[in-house]
């Protein structure tokens, strides 16, 4: 288990820019999502901490030590590729015990270390099976038990739950967190899926465009987004666009096309500056009128959802929020609503 | 239907003279009536007596042997080079790969004749022959490795690598188990391009170094002797041999190996 | 992954583009070098430039009416191919994945016998003592002249590149959605209307290439017409082999060898421009 060290990490491909100056410090045992939409750069970063792509800039460091100019097969890392990659001619036994014939193990070694691994992770029976007569997510587990029987610094995975199903998705996201947390093993986790991004990690990195747009636990880059793009991507939120118009404290006033509104946030912005205002749709409240912030808007569209309502509302000037409150709301298309949220539920973040 | 009654006549036209060499092979008649004149193997008989046929079939085994390997092998580097590049030249190698094929093989056989005396070189016997054979040989091995390397996942041989392999062991244990068959299958359709070759054939065989469609091209001019017949099912044989193995070369491939 | 490993994975290609280049590519340049040097009785030729050759193959009637005889039995050779290729591919296109293999199978194996054993199974068939004559003559019928003739040539041409054909429309026809032509019928559309309005100009980028493909190897055959032909069928390539190998003209048989391919390529050029805009169209 050793901390990884990104710094200053550049990609370029031709006259694309993969990945741009990227900062990243992974700690021990530490479990670091990068999250991004697709050609965020993301599995470029990941492919060049475990050494399929040379680094344009910048420096890679496992432990302390650099490794940017090593070969993947000296780097020590165990990865979990988005399709399993297993080896197809060979069996789930030989395929977990490839990266242990490689460092030269004895047989007897190789065969105990392969057998526990493969008990570990509830393959134990199917050792001779070959990879194309095992389920999606026995494939999974092989993948993962090939990459940590060899007991690597590191472990990337990139988008391993991709290729499963919905609800077998969910089981193995707490699964790879328990084998994470037992191993205690230092993981770079590559997904698309915010959700899952944050039930996994310890800390989310937000990738955009190449791009570091945001390192922090997942209730920071919830309630605390830094950038419009980062609030957008991680949930839903509706974004009001305004004008700064005064701060008291933390507390900021910006004028909308729907009113004054008070919010938090928007650390570095100054009066007169253009800003988001970001409220996320079960933090408006149908009706009420709580000493917070009001709007004035009509129903466009309602939902009943089972645990929810969701609602789309027309506000003045055009735009359309989405709200979501409790099942039972009766409000219906048509009618005039007033929305109201409290100023701590609203964030603000530069325009 | 009347599709389906097309179709069969059209597959009828196309094996029609395949069939009826097989058969005139067979004949015991000197040539072939309706109906067939009794079962003989007196062309075989005359086949293996005939010193120029014997010898130019086994010629033609020799070469096509030959130029199989020689072709196999830098057919089969190009192909994994091509498969695993990301260089901008990528495009003109794959076009001087396959250029031999579409290009009339005639006037390739004549440049080689051309370019081989302007040299000093040969222009008759094994040299030019087994130069001529393994070019023409290329292009079949490039296009059937380059296919079966596109089907493989590259995650593969990175997974091996990940795993603490080196770029041969990884080649070596991964890459080249899987894609065993095709290079088999490249090989062999090689094998049969070599030994029907003509056109290079006609212009830089020698003395001494008659493959047998030459043979068997001057036998015809004049000649309607079954004995050619034999010559035709040999190499109908081999044709069958040919696609059942590929058929179970690759076919296999694709079914137990996953490359896809 | 790093530099020395891409400098090796470079030398996997080296030998095969050696060879390429060296016995590919500049025989061919100096072949069209040779088309410009002096024929010669005592030697192959002299090194000495001259435009001879070409004016003599273009000034002569002969060559001209030998090229327009190439150039109508190859057209011929790919409007039949088309024709017969066509229904092949479209079955084919249209089969079960069990079927397809088989189709598949017997239509590339005549491929693997090679041209002079398919060529000889016509001569049994169409020699006038042959068998088409023979059920002929049962039936007491008049002997057909079948080969050693333009019809025989043509016969032969067709047999050997319908496989070419085939192989060439198939990639376009598998493309075509066998849902649109069941929509075309569900709009009233009969089967013929189907084929002309949505199946053929869907499958035209194959036709296309099928029928380049099958006319640049039409024109370039040389042991069909020689041995189907007999002595009386003159192509381009048996006129071109006569003057190099008995002959010994190596300059002019280039020369006539090299403006010959470009005639065809010139038709092929021309052919793909007039094809440009109902192609386009497609996309």
């Known amino acids: 288990m050793s901390a990884i060290t990104l710094t200053s990490l550049t990609k370029r491909f031709g006259e694309v820019l993969a990945v741009e100056d990227l900062d990243l410090r992974i700690a021990e045992g530490e479990l670091v999502a990068l999250l991004g939409p697709s050609g965020c750069g993301k599995t470029t970063t990941l492919r060049m901490i475990a050494g399929f792509e040379t680094p344009t800039e910048g420096s890679i460091r496992i432990a302390e030590r650099e490794v940017a100019h090593l070969p993947p097969e000296r780097r020590n890392c165990g990865m979990v590729f988005q399709n399993y990659a297993l080896f197809p001619h060979l069996t789930v036994q030989e395929n977990v015990a490839f990266g242990l014939e490689m460092r030269g193990l004895k047989r007897s070694e190789i065969r105990e270390r392969t057998a526990r691994i493969l008990d570990k992770v509830g393959l134990k029976g199917l050792q001779d099976r070959r990879p194309r007569q095992l389920s999606g997510g026995q494939q999974q587990r092989t993948a993962l038990a090939r990459a940590l029987v060899i007991s ?107 009113g004054l509104l008070s919010a938090e946030g928007g650390e570095r912005l100054r009066p007169g500056d253009a800003a988001w205002l970001s409220i996320r749709p079960e933090d408006l409240e149908l009706g009420q009128a709580d000493g917070g912030n009001q709007i004035r808007g009509t129903v466009r569209a309602r939902a009943f959802l089972g645990n929810l309502a969701d609602y789309r509302v027309e506000l003045a000037g055009g735009q359309l929020v989405r709200v979501q409150t409790a099942p039972g709301a009766r409000q219906r298309e048509g009618d005039e609503v007033v929305l109201g949220f409290k100023p701590e539920a609203g964030w603000v973040v530069p325009r | ?167 041969f062991t990884a080649f070596r244990r991964v890459t080249l188990p899987i894609v065993k068959g095709g290079i088999i299958s490249g090989a062999i359709f090689a094998f049969i391009t070599s030994f029907d070759e003509f056109n290079i054939s006609l212009l830089l065989s020698g003395v001494g170094t008659v493959p047998l469609p030459i043979q068997l091209f001057d036998f015809l001019r004049f000649s309607f002797d079954p004995t050619a017949a034999v010559v035709g099912t040999i190499s109908i044989a081999m044709a069958l041999v040919v696609v059942l193995a590929t058929e179970r070369l690759v076919g296999l491939e694709s079914l137990y190996w996953g490359a896809r | 992954m790093g530099g020395t490993e891409v400098r090796v994975r470079l030398w996997l290609a080296v030998p095969a583009l050696a060879v390429v280049t060296i016995f590919f590519v500049i025989p061919y340049l100096n072949l069209a070098l040779i088309s410009f040097y002096e024929p010669s009785h005592r030697a192959a030729y002299i090194r000495e430039f001259t435009l001879a050759n070409y004016r003599g193959t273009v000034l002569d009637r002969f060559t001209w009416q030998v090229v327009w005889h190439t150039v109508w039995i190859g057209a011929v050779t790919t409007a039949v191919t088309l024709v017969l290729g066509y229904p092949l591919s479209y079955k084919l296109s249209r089969a ?37 004559n023979q059920l002929v003559q049962a039936l007491h019928g008049p002997e057909l002249p079948l080969m050693y003739n333009d019809l025989g040539v043509l016969i032969g041409l067709v047999h050997v590149y319908v ?84 002959l010994f003209n190596w300059p002019a048989g280039s020369a006539f060898a090299l403006l010959f391919f470009a005639i065809i390529l010139g038709l092929v050029w021309a052919f793909l421009e007039v094809m440009r805009r109902p192609l386009q169209r497609l996309q």
């Open chain 2, 1 to 167: 239907m009347k599709l389906r009654i097309a179709v069969t006549l059209i597959y009828a036209f196309l094996l029609a003279p395949i069939v009826i060499v097989v058969l005139a092979a067979f004949n015991g008649g000197s040539y072939l009536t309706f109906p067939p004149q009794g079962l003989s193997l007196r062309w075989f008989d005359s086949f293996f007596h005939s010193r120029p046929f014997t010898r130019s079939f086994l010629f033609s085994v020799e070469l096509a042997t030959v130029a199989t390997v020689l072709a196999t092998l830098i057919g089969s580097g190009a192909a994994l080079y091509v498969a695993r590049s990301r260089s901008r030249l990528l495009n003109l190698v794959q076009v001087l790969m396959i250029a031999p094929l579409p290009v009339p093989g005639i006037l390739t056989g004549i440049a080689l004749l051309l370019f081989f005396y302007a040299t000093g070189f040969a222009t008759k016997g094994w040299p030019p022959m087994i130069i001529g054979h393994a070019l023409i040989c290329l292009p079949y091995v490039f296009l059937v490795v380059s296919a079966v390397l596109v089907g493989l996942d590259p995650s593969l041989e990175e997974a091996a690598r990940n795993l603490g392999a080196g770029p």
């Open chain 3, 96 to 132: 079960s994945s069990r079927m397809k293999g088989l189709l598949m199978m017997l239509v590339i194996s005549p491929l693997l016998v090679g041209v002079l054993i398919r060529t000889y199974g016509w001569m049994i068939i169409l020699a006038d003592t042959g068998l088409v």
């Open chain 1, 152 to 258: 690597p610094a590191v472990l990337l995975l990139d988008e391993p739950l991709a290729n499963l199903d919905a609800k077998l998705r969910e089981e193995m996201r707490f699964y790879i967190r328990e084998l994470q947390r037992e191993f205690h093993i230092t993981t770079v986790y590559v997904t698309h899926d915010q959700a899952e991004a944050m039930v996994l990690a310890d800390q989310i990195a937000v990738m955009m465009e190449g791009r570091l747009r945001q390192l922090g636990a997942a209730v920071d880059l919830y309630r605390r987004p830094a950038s419009a793009e980062v609030a957008d991507f991680v949930g839903v939120t509706n974004l009001l666009p305004g004008t700064v118009r005064d701060r008291n404290g933390s507390r900021l006033r910006l004028e909308t096309a729907v």
């Open chain 3, 163 to 246: 496989p070419f054909m085939v192989l060439s429309l198939a990639g376009s026809l598998q493309a075509v959605d066998p849902d649109l032509e069941r929509a075309s019928r569900s709009l009233g559309a009969g089967a013929w209307r189907t084929f002309w309005r949505v199946t053929w100009p869907l499958s035209l980028p194959g036709v296309v290439s099928g029928v380049v493909l099958v006319f640049v190897l039409a024109e370039s055959s040389y042991v069909i017409p020689s041995l189907l032909g007999g002595f009386t069928v003159l192509t381009v390539p048996i006129l071109v082999i006569r003057t190099i190998t008995e």
